[in-house]
């Protein structure tokens, strides 16, 4: 067995980047994918903030995602009617070099991510894991094939209903926030050049974002009810719970015109404790951490995770074990924080706190995030 040999569980944003910070540090890194190919799932848009940046360009990769995306360094607030109430700066989250947030398509960050995993990774698509034990220096794992390997470290990216969590820690389950989350892909109307929200209507907080040079992202996150959603009228419904809005989404909304644009979802949130594992199987991004998207951080957290976890396994080769307690330590205050502050604001929002105190848990947020991961 290669010494530095290690199974990354899961092909999306969190585990592509740990396959390319492992591989560029020199371990045998095998990634496999349950899927048949490396691609985004139903997601559509996402808003890469600035601390994500950051830590892509620790894999060489934050300038490729920048020039592939749309940079933005402030939020326009509207009125439901689409009347610009004001323009909001974003918080340079991961210093000047980066810009505050960048619109990307999610099928873009795969790409990205894929390609730099590939130069130094082997990735195996349609494959899981039927079972995994720890045996002393390393990890027995028995493939869905049949066939088996050892592998000195497993990294375990599979999401937030992760099957190594459910092995792991059974009791650690996804936990509804009260919220669901509307997502569609359009056409980019003329004049979106950053994200405009548009609080207070009565669907719930209302967005679009641009993401590529012709495509936008039109959200809506809301509180969850327990009507059922017919798959086949999803445009439909989205289309009616945004009726009488103004402005770029009155625009965006008359391109809704098939099922397949639109992902609906109830928002979950989860926090595994410490140390995120057990002896050579450690858990990143969803698979440890998941939050609603109230501060733009589930994928960045998940990007963290990977860099941060690589460059402890570098720090002290050949002491995996004293590396991964590092990896607990350093990431997990971070991660709770963050969970526990996007969970707090979806809270408010639910219960229309209006009292509550939104700008102060932002502020603590940005205090939080602007050190480096």
């Known amino acids: 067995m290669s010494e530095r040999r290690t199974l990354v569980v899961g092909a999306g944003i969190s585990g592509l980047t740990a396959a390319a910070a492992l591989g560029q540090r020199g371990w045998d890194v095998l990634v496999i994918e349950r899927r048949g190919e490396v691609a985004d799932h139903g997601g559509i848009g996402l ?14 990769v934050a300038r490729q995602c920048v020039d592939a995306g749309v940079p933005m360094d402030k939020v326009a607030i509207c009125r439901p009617d689409g009347a610009h109430l004001l323009d909001d700066p974003m918080q340079p989250l991961g210093g000047a070099e980066w810009p505050a947030g960048t619109g990307m398509t999610r099928s873009d960050v795969h790409d990205i991510l ?17 079972a995994m034990r720890n045996a002393g220096d390393g990890v027995e794992v028995t493939f ?12 375990a990216a599979d999401g937030i209903y992760s099957q190594t969590r459910q092995w792991l820690m059974p009791q650690v389950k996804p936990q509804p926030t009260g919220q669901a989350v ?5 056409p980019r109307p003329a004049g979106l050049y950053t994200t405009h929200l548009y609080p207070g209507g ?5 967005g679009i974002c641009p993401i590529s040079r012709d495509r936008a992202y039109l959200y809506i996150v809301q509180d969850m009810s327990g009507e059922p ?46 140390p995120w594992g057990q002896g050579r199987i450690v858990m990143i991004g969803d698979a440890a951490h998941a939050n609603p998207p109230t501060l733009a951080q589930g994928a960045a957290m998940g990007i963290e995770d990977a860099v941060v976890l690589a460059e402890e396994l570098d720090a002290t080769p050949g002491s995996i074990g004293d590396a991964l307690a590092r990896f607990a330590d350093r990431r997990y205050p971070r991660a709770r924080d963050v969970v526990e502050i996007s969970c707090r604001l979806s809270r408010w929002q639910v219960e229309k706190a209006h009292n509550a105190d939104v700008i102060g848990e932002i502020s603590r947020s940005h205090a939080l995030l602007c050190e480096p991961a």
Not at 144 to 155: A, I, K, P
Not at 182 to 186: F, K, L, N, S
């Open 182 to 186: 509307w997502r569609a892909e359009v």
């Open 114 to 130: 894929r390609r730099a995993a590939e130069k130094v990774a082997v990735i195996r698509c349609s494959t899981t894991v039927e």
């Open 202 to 206: 009565s669907p719930g907080f209302v």
């Open 144 to 155: 869905d094939n049949g066939s088996t390997g050892r592998f000195e470290l497993v990294v």
């Open 47 to 60: 808003t890469m903030v600035g601390n994500a940046m950051q830590a892509l360009d620790r894999i060489g």
């Open 229 to 274: 959603r017919e798959p086949s009228t999803l445009h439909l419904q989205m289309r009616a719970g945004l009726e009488g809005y103004g402005g770029l989404v009155a625009e965006a909304v008359q391109n809704l015109n098939a099922p397949e644009q639109v992902n609906y979802r109830p928002l979950e949130w989860l926090l595994a404790p410490r």
